[in-house]
Protein backbone atom coordinates (compact mmCIF):
# COMPACT_ATOMS: atom_id res chain seq x y z
CA UNK A 1 0.00 0.00 0.00
CA UNK A 2 1.50 3.08 -0.68
CA UNK A 3 2.18 5.74 2.13
CA UNK A 4 0.23 8.71 0.82
CA UNK A 5 -2.29 9.43 3.42
CA UNK A 6 -0.66 7.67 6.11
CA UNK A 7 0.41 9.72 9.26
CA UNK A 8 2.78 9.25 11.90
CA UNK A 9 3.22 10.70 15.11
CA UNK A 10 5.36 10.38 18.31
CA UNK A 11 4.09 8.60 21.46
CA UNK A 12 4.69 5.94 23.81
CA UNK A 13 1.80 3.32 22.45
CA UNK A 14 3.04 0.04 22.01
CA UNK A 15 6.54 -2.08 22.16
CA UNK A 16 7.38 -5.20 20.89
CA UNK A 17 7.21 -8.47 22.84
CA UNK A 18 10.03 -10.65 23.11
CA UNK A 19 8.62 -13.16 20.49
CA UNK A 20 9.06 -10.85 17.80
CA UNK A 21 5.24 -10.23 18.02
CA UNK A 22 3.49 -7.12 19.20
CA UNK A 23 2.03 -6.11 21.89
CA UNK A 24 -0.39 -2.81 22.59
CA UNK A 25 0.53 -0.81 25.60
CA UNK A 26 -3.06 0.89 26.57
CA UNK A 27 -5.22 2.33 24.09
CA UNK A 28 -5.03 3.66 20.79
CA UNK A 29 -7.22 6.97 20.63
CA UNK A 30 -8.12 9.23 18.07
CA UNK A 31 -6.05 11.99 16.80
CA UNK A 32 -7.19 15.28 18.52
CA UNK A 33 -7.82 18.32 16.36
CA UNK A 34 -5.66 21.86 17.13
CA UNK A 35 -8.62 23.63 15.95
CA UNK A 36 -6.59 27.12 16.01
CA UNK A 37 -9.63 28.56 13.76
CA UNK A 38 -12.01 28.62 16.81
CA UNK A 39 -9.60 29.04 19.44
CA UNK A 40 -7.85 32.10 17.50
CA UNK A 41 -11.76 33.22 16.92
CA UNK A 42 -12.81 33.14 20.89
CA UNK A 43 -9.69 34.43 21.98
CA UNK A 44 -9.73 37.75 19.70
CA UNK A 45 -13.20 38.29 20.37
CA UNK A 46 -12.37 38.13 24.49
CA UNK A 47 -9.52 40.27 24.04
CA UNK A 48 -11.79 43.05 22.09
CA UNK A 49 -14.83 42.90 24.55
CA UNK A 50 -12.12 42.97 27.33
CA UNK A 51 -10.20 45.72 25.75
CA UNK A 52 -13.02 47.91 25.10
CA UNK A 53 -14.81 47.39 28.32
CA UNK A 54 -11.42 48.29 30.28
CA UNK A 55 -11.09 51.12 28.26
CA UNK A 56 -14.69 52.66 29.03
CA UNK A 57 -13.63 52.08 33.05
CA UNK A 58 -10.59 53.33 32.42
CA UNK A 59 -12.28 56.79 31.02
CA UNK A 60 -14.66 56.90 34.04
CA UNK A 61 -12.14 56.75 36.23
CA UNK A 62 -10.59 59.77 34.90
CA UNK A 63 -13.65 61.72 34.67
CA UNK A 64 -15.21 61.17 31.64
CA UNK A 65 -18.59 59.83 30.81
CA UNK A 66 -18.85 56.13 30.31
CA UNK A 67 -19.16 55.42 26.56
CA UNK A 68 -22.76 55.53 24.95
CA UNK A 69 -23.14 51.15 24.53
CA UNK A 70 -22.15 50.84 27.82
CA UNK A 71 -24.90 53.02 29.34
CA UNK A 72 -27.37 51.99 26.86
CA UNK A 73 -26.63 48.23 27.37
CA UNK A 74 -27.26 49.02 31.26
CA UNK A 75 -30.40 50.66 30.81
CA UNK A 76 -31.52 47.97 28.39
CA UNK A 77 -30.76 45.24 31.37
CA UNK A 78 -32.09 47.30 33.72
CA UNK A 79 -35.25 47.89 32.31
CA UNK A 80 -36.22 44.60 29.97
CA UNK A 81 -38.32 41.92 31.68
CA UNK A 82 -36.51 38.44 31.60
CA UNK A 83 -39.59 37.31 29.57
CA UNK A 84 -38.27 39.57 26.81
CA UNK A 85 -38.11 38.44 23.13
CA UNK A 86 -34.34 39.93 22.80
CA UNK A 87 -33.22 38.91 26.48
CA UNK A 88 -34.50 35.46 25.73
CA UNK A 89 -32.57 35.57 21.92
CA UNK A 90 -29.81 36.70 23.73
CA UNK A 91 -29.28 34.22 26.19
CA UNK A 92 -29.99 31.44 23.68
CA UNK A 93 -27.46 32.54 21.48
CA UNK A 94 -25.28 32.69 24.18
CA UNK A 95 -25.90 29.13 25.33
CA UNK A 96 -25.57 27.62 21.98
CA UNK A 97 -21.99 29.92 21.89
CA UNK A 98 -21.20 28.18 25.05
CA UNK A 99 -22.03 24.65 24.18
CA UNK A 100 -20.62 24.46 20.36
CA UNK A 101 -17.42 25.59 22.64
CA UNK A 102 -17.40 22.27 25.60
CA UNK A 103 -18.32 20.00 22.10
CA UNK A 104 -14.87 21.13 20.53
CA UNK A 105 -13.08 21.26 23.59
CA UNK A 106 -14.25 17.33 24.55
CA UNK A 107 -14.43 15.90 21.11
CA UNK A 108 -11.40 15.10 18.64
CA UNK A 109 -12.12 16.05 15.58
CA UNK A 110 -10.08 14.79 12.72
CA UNK A 111 -13.27 12.76 11.71
CA UNK A 112 -10.90 11.61 8.42
CA UNK A 113 -8.29 10.29 10.05
CA UNK A 114 -8.62 6.58 11.22
CA UNK A 115 -5.99 5.44 13.52
CA UNK A 116 -3.97 2.45 13.22
CA UNK A 117 -2.59 -0.09 15.41
CA UNK A 118 0.30 0.45 17.52
CA UNK A 119 2.84 -1.77 16.61
CA UNK A 120 5.91 0.45 16.19
CA UNK A 121 7.74 2.07 19.71
CA UNK A 122 6.72 5.68 20.23
CA UNK A 123 4.81 5.97 17.15
CA UNK A 124 0.85 7.02 16.67
CA UNK A 125 -0.30 6.42 12.95
CA UNK A 126 -3.30 7.30 11.14
CA UNK A 127 -4.72 6.59 7.63
CA UNK A 128 -7.23 9.10 5.82
CA UNK A 129 -10.58 7.64 4.90
CA UNK A 130 -10.29 9.00 1.42
CA UNK A 131 -6.92 6.58 1.01
CA UNK A 132 -8.17 3.78 2.88
CA UNK A 133 -11.44 3.35 0.05
CA UNK A 134 -9.21 4.18 -2.60
CA UNK A 135 -6.73 0.50 -1.38
CA UNK A 136 -10.53 -0.97 -0.59
CA UNK A 137 -11.50 -0.19 -3.78
CA UNK A 138 -8.73 -1.54 -6.05
CA UNK A 139 -9.02 -4.53 -3.88
CA UNK A 140 -12.47 -4.86 -5.19
CA UNK A 141 -11.72 -4.35 -8.45
CA UNK A 142 -9.67 -7.40 -8.40
CA UNK A 143 -12.33 -10.11 -7.62
CA UNK A 144 -13.58 -11.91 -10.90
CA UNK A 145 -16.46 -10.70 -12.15
CA UNK A 146 -16.58 -6.89 -10.92
CA UNK A 147 -17.49 -4.54 -13.56
CA UNK A 148 -16.93 -1.38 -10.92
CA UNK A 149 -16.88 -0.48 -7.34
CA UNK A 150 -17.88 2.34 -5.04
CA UNK A 151 -15.97 2.07 -1.66
CA UNK A 152 -17.20 4.52 1.10
CA UNK A 153 -15.13 4.15 4.43
CA UNK A 154 -16.48 5.17 7.71
CA UNK A 155 -15.41 5.54 11.48
CA UNK A 156 -17.05 2.68 12.00
CA UNK A 157 -18.00 0.62 9.09
CA UNK A 158 -16.89 0.05 5.60
CA UNK A 159 -19.92 0.47 2.78
CA UNK A 160 -18.92 -1.34 -0.78
CA UNK A 161 -21.41 -1.45 -3.90
CA UNK A 162 -20.39 -2.83 -6.75
CA UNK A 163 -21.79 -4.40 -9.86
CA UNK A 164 -21.61 -7.65 -11.41
CA UNK A 165 -21.48 -8.34 -15.46
CA UNK A 166 -21.00 -11.99 -15.08
CA UNK A 167 -20.72 -14.91 -12.33
CA UNK A 168 -23.25 -15.41 -9.99
CA UNK A 169 -23.59 -12.60 -7.82
CA UNK A 170 -23.85 -14.50 -4.80
CA UNK A 171 -20.68 -16.11 -5.50
CA UNK A 172 -19.32 -12.97 -6.79
CA UNK A 173 -20.56 -11.52 -2.86
CA UNK A 174 -18.73 -13.86 -1.16
CA UNK A 175 -15.36 -13.05 -2.99
CA UNK A 176 -15.63 -9.23 -3.02
CA UNK A 177 -16.30 -10.14 0.97
CA UNK A 178 -13.40 -12.12 1.49
CA UNK A 179 -11.33 -9.10 -0.44
CA UNK A 180 -12.21 -6.40 1.66
CA UNK A 181 -12.15 -7.79 5.01
CA UNK A 182 -8.13 -9.12 4.47
CA UNK A 183 -7.52 -5.84 2.36
CA UNK A 184 -9.31 -4.19 5.78
CA UNK A 185 -7.23 -6.29 8.00
CA UNK A 186 -4.02 -5.38 6.02
CA UNK A 187 -4.77 -1.45 6.48
CA UNK A 188 -3.77 -2.37 10.13
CA UNK A 189 -6.88 -0.14 11.76
CA UNK A 190 -6.99 -0.03 15.45
CA UNK A 191 -10.88 -0.58 15.46
CA UNK A 192 -11.62 -2.39 12.78
CA UNK A 193 -14.88 -1.39 11.03
CA UNK A 194 -17.90 -3.21 9.63
CA UNK A 195 -18.78 -4.51 6.46
CA UNK A 196 -21.40 -3.97 4.15
CA UNK A 197 -21.29 -5.57 0.60
CA UNK A 198 -23.78 -4.90 -1.94
CA UNK A 199 -23.37 -6.76 -5.39
CA UNK A 200 -26.10 -5.84 -8.43
CA UNK A 201 -26.27 -6.14 -12.50
CA UNK A 202 -25.46 -2.83 -14.30
CA UNK A 203 -28.29 -1.20 -15.09
CA UNK A 204 -29.57 -1.35 -18.90
Known sequence: MSQEGVVAREGDVAR???GGGHRRQGKAGRFWSTRRAPGGITALLLFAGIGFLLYDVASV?????????????TDELATRRLDDVFVMAGAAAAAALGLWLLVLALTPGKRSLLTMR???PQVRAG???SAAAL???DRAMEVPGVQGARVTVRRRKVRA???????????????LEGALRDGVEQLGLARRPGLSVRVRRPGK
Open 161 to 175: RAQAHFRDLAEVRTD
Open 118 to 120: PDT
Open 127 to 129: LER
Open 135 to 137: VLR
Open 61 to 73: RAGRPGMAWRRTL
Open 16 to 18: EGA
